[in-house]
C-alpha cells in the first residue's frame, strides 16, 4: 500500500471501536481464552509496559512497519518477535513516553519523528506478569534504523501488504514458558513466526486496518 494512501486512511481510525477479545482471541489456544478471562486479580498486581506498532514509507513510499526479533537470553521472552517497548520506568510521564522512548533506544528512531495515532487493547502476558498498552504511531520520512545490540539480534520491515494478506495466517507448534508444546495460530512474516502476545495486538491492528 502507498504510504500516502495509508496516512489518509489510519487518520480515520480513532473513530473506530477497538475489537480487544474479539481480536486477540484470534491468536490464541482454547485454553488461553479461559485463563484470560480469569486474570483480573493478576492484571491488577502486573508490570506496566508500553509497546510501539511504528509505520513508515520504506524508499519506494510503500508502507511498512518494524518488529524486533529479542536477543537469546535467560527469560521468557528470549528470542521472540516483538514490537519495539518495554517496561514503564520512573522517567516516564506515561505508558506512550515509555513506548517512544524503548522504540528511540531499541531501534534509533528519533521520538520527535513519531506521531501516535492511537492506543489500542492492552494484552496481558502471564509468565512474565506483564500488562501491556501497544500503540500505533507513523512517522513520515523513511527510518534510518540502528539496533540495540544487545537486546535486539534483528530488526524485521514488515511491508504491509504481506502483513494484510490472509496467507500470513498459519498454526505452528510451540513450547510455551511452561515447557508444553501447543499447536497456536500465528503470523508468518518475513519468514518470522509471530505469535503469542505480539500476534494478539497485530490481529487487533489487522481488523481495525481492514475496516478502514
Known sequence: MRFEEFL??????????????????????PFRQEL????????????????????????????????????????????QVAF???????????LQDTALRETFEEVGVPIDAVK?????????????NFYV???????????KFIKQDD?????????LEHFL???SLVSKKVKTSY??????PAFKLNDFVVWGATAMMLSEIKDLLKQL
Open 8 to 29: 489518509k486512511s489510519v487518520s480515520k481510525i480513532k473513530n473506530i471501536a477497538l475489537p480487544a477479545e474479539a481480536s486477540h482471541f484470534k491468536m490464541v489456544p
Open 36 to 79: 484470560l478471562k480469569k486474570q483480573e486479580k493478576a492484571i491488577k498486581k502486573a508490570k506496566h509496559a508500553g509497546v510501539l506498532a511504528l509505520f513508515y514509507p520504506d524508499e519506494d513510499m510503500e508502507t511498512k512497519f518494524v518488529l524486533i526479533l529479542r536477543k537469546a537470553y535467560k527469560g521468557v521472552h528470549s528470542a
Open 84 to 94: 519495539p517497548g518495554g517496561k514503564l520506568e520512573a522517567q516516564d510521564i506515561s
Open 116 to 128: 501516535i495515532v492511537r492506543n489500542i487493547s492492552q494484552v496481558y502476558i502471564p509468565p512474565s
Open 133 to 143: 498498552q501497544p500503540f500505533i504511531g507513523v512517522t513520515q520520512t523513511t527510518p
Open 151 to 159: 537486546e535486539v539480534e534483528v530488526l524485521i520491515e514488515i511491508d
Open 165 to 167: 494478506d490472509e496467507q
Open 179 to 184: 515447557s508444553i508444546e501447543v499447536e497456536v
